[in-house]
């Protein structure tokens, strides 16, 4: 993670060939002639399907994750263009096969994000995007997978970060801004060197509070964000937990609080000084209390004040809750990745073998 030749080769990964540039002109075209888009995917997927469908909202078109409320019912969708974007690394998730077959009956549209283009799922779709392919053949169902231990790895980190960079371009594309994925990745890649530093202090931080305790606190959009990480942090024996979470408890005096926030949200500033003053301990002769490190879009007072911070750019500058029409914020697909690869390199730091990270399902 430290190598500058590590960072650029593994962004590499999101790099876009020609073809599959044409290939995404052409769902950008399907996604324009819409008035109502899907996202759609579980897992660590199914969260990039949130945060896509947040991306893809415009004032000419709706856009919705699958499983959302305000889903509009089965007749509307009928009645108007439908356009769906299915994310599925295997091509055989049961739930996404199940919702292609259904939309395609109301005469929809199925773009798939898959590995596998002979897969049951891209075989429904009129469009197939790539995504990085596992080592193995993953065998039974998502549902399956999330109760009983496999034998073989599943996709890693890869295809939901690709995932997420593929929607950030359509959403770019269909505001009418330039598609310009290398330069999204250089700027990245450049983004990452320069922060290096803030970067290892961080995962530093995470490393530290590993065993002992890691609550991540977020709102709105970064609660997908949020869902992402600690589904990979617990394959990774990480003790973490959510803050949203129905069942999670509040801060305790040994964690430590980790926030994730685009906007960069003011209310983190009273959140941050109730645990500094609210939360103050004794430790032998010192007082202390809980650490706090943030990850956000863009700096503020609060954020400053943390342990530890990272400002990642690509947020709405003005820090809106609700809807514009400006570029999609890039905060959105940058944080997974960077989080990712601090998680691995903790990991490979901590000694896990290849058959260990083999049955938590995990590719280092």
Known sequence: MHKPTSVAKYLKNLSISKVEEKKLKEVSELLQKSSIIITGGKGRSGFAAQIGARMLKTSRTNAFFYSDVGLPLDKDLAKNKTTAILISSSGTTEEMIRLAEELKELGAKIVCFTSYINSPLAKLSDINMYLPQRAQSEKGTYFERQVVTTEEPTMGDLPEERSLFLQYLLAKD???????????????????????????????????????????????????????????????????????????APLDHHELALIVSGSADKAYASLVQKIREKMRTKLGKKEVSPAVVAITGKGAKWVRECDANLVLGGADPDGRMLHTEKSPQSFYFRAPIVLNMILRSIATEKGLTKKFAELRHINL
């Not at 290398?182 to 530093?204: G, H, P, S, T």
């Open 174 to 248: 269909i505001r009418g801004l330039k598609l310009l994925p290398a330069k999204e990745i250089e700027d990245f890649r450049k983004w990452m060197m320069e922060n290096i530093d803030d970067i290892v202090e961080l995962k530093n931080w995470l490393k530290i509070y590993w065993n002992s305790g890691i609550l991540i606190v977020s709102r709105g959009t970064s609660n997908s964000v949020s869902g992402m990480i600690a589904n990979r942090a617990s394959h990774y024996h990480m003790n973490c937990r959510l803050a949203t979470s129905p069942t999670s």
